[in-house]
């Protein structure tokens, strides 16, 4: 029923219902610290509206361990796959397993916010390290001290995109977010900046996080007639929200989109027709990033895969490569108390660019690019025009 596969990946899809007592002795039985062998637990979501996060993130580490080999410091890495659909309660159950049965030296992915909150009590009562590969509120690596991210914050684009779009001429918008915790940092830093700016929001609606209709909610933007849409879906939903925006002749209307760079996802974004042209977004990473490093990310990845890596590709890849970085720099010890002093501060050139972990908050501090989807050779892509370096989370800074 499940598949498990090879190549330095054991994959279990299925999640088991232990029981909650397990929780409680977690920290009595804190990952056995085999010699050979160092085990990364990778919850996920695979299946549901969030697939297409799960499975940029696999093909990533994936891509990331036939370039780089599978044994770092003298052991060898295996993955441990586990869906959980983007479900809490799964992710939850997923960890028990892996940390209690599997004895894992790490727990990773985390496809949406509330998985990584599922997990970060258990992250702590375990003592091991948590790499959020995805999910992006502010508050998460505040949650345990043991979680560190490699994907970004909502606050990091959207103050940016806030900012951009009142001195380019857009002084009415109406906004679109999930209504979920990110969607609301989003949403919040975005008016924190645009109204601070002079900016005005004239309509705001906040939309289902499971399989919305934007239909409706759109028809209210194109009454409200604003300068512009500021959206944030999360990744997989932007294909969707585009077709609708087009089917509802918001584009026609002269109405833009703009946002932190999720709706324009380089997974999704070929196939969202010439209705996206012109839509300006804040975001971390485009498959267009002119580095001779992404050049050769993206060309490996298609080679692999057959299609173009997102943000959440170049997510999972930091993310496995802070895991090798930190069992290089203990040596091999899987202490977990000792990975995490030795992810803070590790700063690297990733194929989105320069990055690092600050070393005070655990999260990831990155360039942020502004962006216009463009025609490059008869596709679409997100091309950069603007840099913002070495961007912390707002969240954070701002408190």
């Given at each position: 029923?499940?598949?498990?596969?090879?190549?330095s990946y054991?994959?279990?899809?299925?999640?088991?219902?232990i029981?909650?007592?397990?929780?409680a002795?977690?920290?009595?039985?804190?990952?056995a610290?085999?010699?050979?062998?160092?085990?990364?637990?990778?919850?996920?979501?695979?299946?549901?509206?969030?697939?297409?996060?799960?499975?940029?993130?696999?093909?990533?580490?994936?891509?990331?361990?036939?370039?780089?080999?599978d044994?770092?410091?003298?052991?060898?890495?295996?993955?441990?796959?586990?869906?959980?659909?983007?479900?809490?309660?799964?992710?939850?159950?997923?960890?028990?397993?892996?940390?209690?049965?599997?004895?894992v030296?790490?727990?990773?992915?985390?496809?949406?916010t509330?998985?990584?909150?599922?997990?970060?009590?258990?992250?702590?009562?375990?003592k091991?390290?948590?790499?959020?590969?995805?999910?992006?509120?502010?508050?998460?690596?505040?949650?345990?001290?043991?979680?560190?991210?490699?994907?970004f914050?909502?606050?990091?684009?959207?103050?940016?995109?806030?900012?951009?779009?009142?001195?380019?001429?857009?002084?009415?918008?109406?906004?679109?977010?999930?209504?979920?915790a990110?969607?609301n940092?989003?949403?919040?830093?975005?008016?924190?900046?645009?109204?601070?700016?002079?900016?005005?929001?004239?309509?705001?609606?906040?939309?289902?996080?499971?399989?919305?209709?934007?239909?409706?909610?759109?028809?209210?933007?194109?009454?409200?007639?604003?300068?512009?849409?500021?959206?944030f879906?999360p990744?997989?939903?932007?294909?969707?929200?585009?077709?609708?925006?087009?089917?509802?002749?918001?584009?026609?209307?002269?109405?833009?989109?703009?946002?932190?760079?999720?709706?324009?996802?380089?997974?999704?974004?070929?196939n969202?027709?010439d209705a996206?042209?012109g839509?300006?977004?804040?975001?971390?990473?485009?498959?267009?990033?002119?580095?001779q490093?992404?050049?050769?990310?993206?060309?490996?990845?298609?080679?692999?895969?057959?299609?173009?890596?997102?943000?959440?590709?170049?997510?999972?890849?930091?993310?496995?490569?802070?895991?090798?970085?930190?069992?290089?720099?203990?040596?091999?010890?899987?202490?977990?108390?000792?990975?995490?002093?030795?992810?803070?501060?590790?700063?690297?050139?990733?194929?989105?660019?320069p990055i690092?972990?600050?070393?005070?908050?655990?999260?990831?501090?990155?360039?942020?690019y502004?962006?216009?989807?463009?025609?490059?050779?008869?596709?679409?892509?997100?091309?950069?025009?603007?840099?913002?370096?070495?961007?912390?989370?707002?969240?954070?800074?701002?408190?």
């Amino acid at each position: 029923m499940f598949e498990r596969r090879t190549f330095s990946y054991k994959v279990s899809c299925k999640v088991s219902w232990i029981a909650v007592a397990a929780v409680a002795g977690l920290a009595a039985v804190v990952p056995a610290k085999a010699e050979d062998s160092v085990k990364v637990g990778l919850i996920l979501p695979m299946t549901g509206g969030q697939a297409s996060t799960g499975k940029q993130i696999e093909n990533a580490i994936k891509l990331y361990m036939q370039q780089k080999g599978d044994t770092v410091a003298g052991k060898k890495v295996e993955i441990i796959l586990k869906d959980d659909g983007a479900v809490p309660d799964k992710t939850k159950t997923a960890a028990q397993e892996l940390i209690v049965n599997d004895k894992v030296n790490f727990i990773a992915g985390f496809g949406v916010t509330p998985a990584a909150l599922a997990a970060a009590p258990l992250a702590t009562q375990a003592k091991i390290p948590e790499v959020v590969m995805a999910a992006g509120t502010s508050i998460i690596t505040e949650r345990s001290p043991y979680i560190v991210r490699t994907s970004f914050t909502l606050a990091q684009s959207s103050t940016i995109i806030g900012d951009w779009a009142v001195k380019n001429g857009i002084k009415k918008v109406a906004t679109l977010t999930s209504d979920y915790a990110p969607g609301n940092d989003a949403l919040n830093f975005f008016k924190q900046n645009f109204t601070a700016g002079g900016g005005e929001v004239v309509e705001e609606v906040k939309t289902p996080l499971a399989n919305p209709d934007f239909a409706p909610f759109l028809q209210r933007m194109k009454d409200a007639k604003p300068d512009a849409i500021f959206v944030f879906v999360p990744a997989g939903q932007g294909g969707n929200f585009m077709k609708q925006y087009a089917e509802r002749g918001l584009d026609k209307a002269g109405i833009k989109v703009i946002g932190p760079g999720d709706v324009t996802d380089d997974d999704l974004l070929n196939n969202m027709g010439d209705a996206v042209l012109g839509t300006v977004t804040a975001h971390l990473y485009s498959a267009a990033h002119p580095s001779q490093m992404n050049k050769d990310f993206v060309a490996a990845y298609k080679k692999a895969f057959g299609n173009r890596p997102g943000f959440m590709a170049v997510s999972g890849y930091d993310g496995i490569h802070l895991i090798y970085e930190a069992l290089k720099k203990t040596g091999g010890d899987t202490n977990g108390d000792k990975l995490i002093e030795a992810m803070k501060g590790q700063k690297w050139e990733s194929p989105r660019g320069p990055i690092s972990i600050d070393p005070e908050t655990r999260d990831i501090v990155q360039n942020i690019y502004i962006r216009k989807v463009e025609k490059v050779d008869g596709e679409l892509y997100n091309v950069e025009f603007a840099t913002f370096e070495a961007v912390k989370d707002l969240g954070k800074t701002k408190k």
